[in-house]
């Protein structure tokens, strides 16, 4: 689920939604440390993006920092939708059908 590519926000406004049958997969598995590094995932990934199922990667990633960019990329992209939301359905649906 892109928010730039549905809802006009601004690149990499993105979300990971983990199916149930594939989290419980995740939650038992070891984290891939070796591509949680700095200049790996973790150079744009922090702990607090994290789904529950993906708890144990925690640790390999950095607490500290607020991703303040991806949070005024959710910002944007919450406007496309709250925009998007508020045409009709039946347009809506004719609109994205012509896309």
Do not use: H
Request: hydrophobic letters at 40%; one cysteine or more.
């Amino acid at each position: 689920f892109t928010g730039s590519k549905f809802y006009q926000a601004p690149p990499f406004c993105a979300a990971l939604i983990v199916p149930p049958s594939v989290a419980s997969k995740l939650k038992e598995l070891n984290p891939p440390r070796e591509m949680l590094v700095p200049n790996g995932l973790g150079a744009f990934l922090t702990d607090k993006e994290l789904p529950l199922c993906l708890n144990s990667w925690k640790p390999s990633l950095n607490s500290g920092d607020t991703n303040v960019g991806l949070a005024l990329r959710w910002e944007a992209g919450l406007a496309g939708m709250e925009a998007i939301a508020s045409i009709p359905d039946e347009d809506r649906m004719v609109l994205s059908d012509e896309w």
